[in-house]
């Protein structure tokens, strides 16, 4: 009898999770969206004539977008490969504890104040529209990635979830050192390590209390372009703010790392992974 989808050695590589395989594939998957960026400076060579991504809503979608839909896609047919639509989306197998919807509250103050503060004006017409639509797609690709896929994995390798949220947020952080590809000074993107990191942790602690990933996704997919419309810059530092509401936002990131590092001394719990039934 030919082997069924549901027992492909496929997805037997996959479901049996662990650190390695969710590190593997984090790899592949950064591997992807940064060849998808080498095509897009290759396809849109005339949209980014210069270092502003911003400067239009066409190099916006050349230096930011287009490798972030690309992203979407490989992740969205891994997940449909393994059948994992359910359980990523689904309601999570462990809950939160109360304390821990002070979080998402946290995370949503800084999207507040900045929504409020930016200068919509300086930018040319059509780069904040395209700036947030591609903010939803960083927040479905790396939440999905990070909070997704390699958390359930680590869940199915039968790792504590202490484990789960520093291994996944450790992940979420080191993606980021990419940036140094881009000719990002070196302190700034250690800095951004251990500053993503600490927001890793803070999007774990959303997942577990919420129940659900689409919070997670929602919450970062406006944290980050707003981030990016304040600042002027993709992980740029945040300078001197011309609004009073903008810099009311600056210090947050050093309230996510202070959060992921309480994180790190709280969490705790395990899921107890139950094994998929054997084929007749």
């Known amino acids: 009898m030919a082997t069924s989808i549901a027992d492909s050695p496929w997805r037997t590589f996959w479901n049996r999770g662990g650190v390695w395989r969710a590190v593997l594939l984090a790899v592949v998957y950064l591997a992807i969206y940064l060849a998808a960026g080498l095509l897009a400076g290759t396809l849109f060579r005339d949209q980014l004539g210069d270092d502003d991504v911003f400067a239009t809503p066409m190099s916006v979608f050349a230096g930011l977008t287009f490798a972030l839909i690309i ?34 509250v946290l995370v949503a103050v800084p999207i507040v104040l900045r929504l409020a503060g930016i200068d919509y004006e300086s930018y040319a017409s059509g780069v904040v529209l395209v700036t947030l639509l591609s903010g939803l797609l960083i927040g479905f690709c790396e939440e999905v990635l990070c909070r997704g896929i390699v958390v359930k994995m680590l869940r199915d390798g039968g790792r504590s979830e202490w484990t789960v949220m520093a291994v996944s947020s450790l992940i979420f952080a080191l993606l980021h050192s990419a940036n140094l590809l881009a000719g990002m000074a070196p302190a700034t993107v250690a800095l951004t390590i251990v500053y993503t990191f600490g927001f890793g942790a803070c999007m774990y602690l959303t997942l577990r209390v919420t129940g ?62 139950v094994p998929e039934p054997q084929a007749a």
């Open 71 to 104: 992203g979407a896609i490989v992740l969205t047919a891994f997940l449909a490969s393994v059948r994992w639509f359910g359980p990523v989306f689904g309601p999570q197998p462990i809950g939160g504890r109360a304390w821990m919807w002070v979080i998402p």
């Open 212 to 273: 659900r990933l689409i919070w997670p996704i929602v919450l970062h997919g406006l944290f980050d372009p707003t981030l990016f419309l304040a600042t002027g810059g993709i992980d740029a530092e945040s300078g001197e703010q011309t609004s009073s509401l903008l810099a009311l936002a600056a210090p947050f990131n050093f309230v996510f790392i202070a959060a992921g590092l309480v994180a790190l001394l709280v969490v705790r719990g395990r899921v107890q992974r």
